[in-house]
């Protein structure tokens, strides 16, 4: 059983496209977020949801619009790609009370 | 702004040897002290520190949180390959405000176990 599941894995897409990447956790967790991970493999905070209500946004552009529709799904949508938006995506999950994080497998989307 | 750095950014080593990851960080309104490991894919959880002096024992693994000098280590003995890795250090927020539950990373450290 997948704790944090994302789809897809690999997302090679054009500039200019709008994409959507899926996250689901069956951890019966309360918070999921969204990071970041640059090729210099820091990994960087974007969003943050606690059931389905935003309680972390970080300086994100407007393009990046994420969306949970309850407390077990958390998906990001990215409108007008641009290349310097390339980089692996990794949702998590973690119960509000302790800041232990489970990560997702991760979206690795390349923008040409 | 939060700040978690990690020293060093990689290290070369051979089986057998032990090894000291470092970790520095400022976190405002501060909560614990998390060590990830990264293979290919996803961070996996290693220890989570809340408390200073406490060191957190797995396997070969250990780790030790200062708060006073806001300052944590893990250490690896006996290293093998399947050690080899990224090893991520993040200083989680405590409750209230609108950080509550973020994680900042810190750049990792790349650890490689040679046979």
């Known amino acids: 059983d997948t704790a944090v599941s994302q789809t897809p894995k690999y997302l090679v897409t054009q500039m200019g496209n709008d994409k959507s990447i899926k996250c689901e956790q069956n951890?019966?967790?309360?918070?999921m977020y969204w990071y970041k991970q640059d090729s210099k493999k820091f990994l960087k905070i974007m969003f943050s949801y606690n059931n389905k209500e935003l309680i972390i946004n970080e300086t994100v552009p407007n393009r990046f619009s994420p969306k949970s529709p309850d407390k077990a799904h958390l998906n990001l949508h990215i409108n007008s790609l641009e290349l310097g938006d390339s980089a692996v995506y990794f949702c998590a999950s973690s119960q509000l009370r302790n800041t232990e994080a489970f990560f997702g497998q991760g979206t690795r989307l390349t923008v040409v | 702004e939060d700040k978690v750095v990690q020293s060093p950014l990689s290290l070369v080593v051979h089986e057998g040897d032990t090894v000291t990851l470092n970790c520095s960080y400022e976190v405002t309104n501060f909560r614990s002290l998390l060590w990830y490991k990264q293979e290919k894919k996803a961070p996996t959880f290693l220890f989570m520190l809340?408390?200073?002096?406490i060191e957190k024992k797995s396997g070969r693994l250990s780790s030790i949180l200062d708060k006073k000098e806001l300052f944590s280590i893990l250490n690896i003995t006996a290293t093998q390959t399947g050690d080899s890795a990224i090893y991520l250090c993040a200083g989680a927020t405590n409750a209230g405000g609108t950080s509550y539950g973020k994680l900042t990373f810190g750049q990792g450290t790349i650890l490689t176990v040679h046979p």
């Open positions: 951890l019966g967790h309360d918070t």
């Open positions: 809340t408390s200073s002096g």
